[in-house]
């Protein structure tokens, strides 16, 4: 994986690109290089710091890069034994594992419980776009695994909607969770918004998000999913006619004047009816007697 992180097209006739520091002969141990960069932890006072305790600033905006899925089999304080699992395999059994191993190669937990050697690890890999800076967090916690899954479920949304080579800007937080306990705070990745790495140039450039309400201005410029209501045209059926809204030479023209009866009447009295008639009156029976 080392090799493999924020891998990007690079040019080929090039000594950063061909640089190679191990020795021939020398095979490195398996797992190797599973920390990049700063170590960063999340300790019991809810605080991030690096491995020699020293506190991360909380508004450090770091770039989600990869995650890993690891076992490890500790030993005085290290690890003796590293397997890396392949994307989509399942973890093994510990507890079979850890049942094979000697009470006397087990190790004091943090609760002050003996548990097994063999240990299952989620490690996400994270980078500083300003310094490329690397970052490493590793985690065998349960609310490490939650705050690991829920990041990687939101990335995985996100390119269903926003396409592949999407990565998440996050900063180091903590939220609340409960347990048998009562509760306390676990990590937290806040995401503070998405950017695009990779492409021909292999440059880093900023995702905007869809506006939650869209305007006439961006309406037809947003990818956002949002459907727009109907206008009143279309719900009229009907073309609503322009009064000269848009401007000219002379000015805005005005609006026809309104219809009003009383005018109407005045201009155009209607006709009264005649009070002699052409002919002879017909008889009624009133007429009649």
Same mark, same amino acid.
């Given at each position: +994986?080392?090799?493999?992180?924020?891998?990007?097209?690079?040019?080929?006739?090039?000594?950063?690109?061909?640089?190679?520091?191990?020795?021939?002969?020398?095979?490195?141990?398996? !797992?190797? !290089?599973?920390? @990049?960069?700063?170590?960063?932890?999340?300790? /019991?006072?809810?605080?991030?710091?690096?491995?020699?305790?020293?506190?991360?600033?909380? %508004?450090? $905006?770091?770039?989600? =890069?990869? =995650? @890993? #899925?690891?076992?490890?089999?500790?030993?005085? !304080?290290?690890?003796?034994?590293? #397997?890396?699992? $392949?994307?989509?395999?399942?973890?093994?059994?510990?507890?079979?594992?850890?049942?094979?191993? *000697?009470?006397?190669?087990?190790?004091?937990?943090?609760?002050?419980?003996? #548990? !097994?050697?063999? @240990?299952?690890?989620?490690?996400?890999?994270?980078?500083?776009?300003?310094?490329? %800076?690397?970052?490493?967090?590793?985690?065998?916690? =349960?609310?490490?695994?939650?705050?690991?899954?829920?990041?990687?479920?939101?990335?995985?949304?996100?390119?269903?909607?926003?396409?592949? /080579?999407?990565?998440?800007?996050?900063?180091?937080? %903590?939220?609340? +969770?409960?347990?048998?306990?009562?509760?306390?705070?676990?990590?937290?990745?806040?995401?503070?918004?998405?950017?695009?790495?990779?492409?021909?140039?292999?440059? =880093?450039?900023?995702?905007?998000? *869809? *506006?939650?309400?869209?305007?006439?201005?961006?309406?037809?410029? &947003?990818?956002?999913?949002?459907?727009?209501? *109907? &206008?009143?045209?279309?719900? +009229?059926?009907?073309?609503?006619?322009?009064?000269? &809204? $848009?401007?000219?030479?002379?000015?805005?023209?005005? &609006?026809?004047?309104?219809?009003?009866?009383?005018?109407?009447?005045?201009? /155009?009295?209607?006709?009264?009816?005649?009070?002699?008639?052409?002919?002879?009156?017909?008889?009624? /029976?009133?007429?009649?007697?």
């Amino acid at each position: +994986m080392s090799n493999q992180l924020m891998k990007t097209e690079m040019p080929a006739a090039d000594g950063f690109t061909g640089w190679e520091d191990s020795v021939e002969g020398v095979e490195r141990p398996e !797992g190797a !290089g599973i920390i @990049q960069g700063a170590l960063v932890k999340f300790t /019991n006072e809810a605080q991030w710091t690096t491995r020699d305790d020293d506190e991360i600033a909380t %508004d450090l $905006e770091l770039i989600a =890069v990869d =995650v @890993q #899925r690891v076992v490890q089999k500790w030993q005085d !304080g290290l690890p003796a034994e590293t #397997r890396i699992l $392949e994307p989509g395999e399942k973890f093994p059994d510990l507890e079979a594992l850890n049942a094979e191993v *000697p009470r006397s190669e087990w190790v004091e937990g943090p609760d002050g419980k003996l #548990r !097994g050697p063999w @240990q299952a690890q989620h490690i996400l890999y994270l980078l500083d776009p300003g310094t490329m %800076d690397k970052y490493t967090f590793p985690t065998g916690t =349960v609310g490490g695994r939650i705050a690991v899954g829920e990041l990687r479920d939101k990335l995985i949304w996100m390119r269903r909607t926003r396409g592949p /080579n999407v990565y998440p800007v996050v900063t180091l937080s %903590d939220t609340h +969770m409960r347990t048998r306990f009562g509760g306390r705070q676990r990590p937290h990745f806040k995401i503070v918004r998405w950017v695009r790495l990779g492409g021909e140039g292999g440059e =880093v450039g900023a995702l905007p998000l *869809p *506006p939650t309400t869209p305007t006439p201005a961006s309406s037809a410029q &947003s990818e956002s999913p949002l459907v727009p209501e *109907p &206008s009143l045209a279309e719900e +009229m059926d009907d073309e609503i006619p322009d009064f000269g &809204s $848009e401007n000219t030479e002379g000015g805005p023209k005005a &609006s026809p004047p309104l219809p009003n009866p009383r005018r109407d009447l005045k201009k /155009n009295p209607p006709a009264k009816a005649s009070a002699k008639t052409t002919g002879k009156r017909r008889l009624t /029976n009133l007429d009649a007697g």
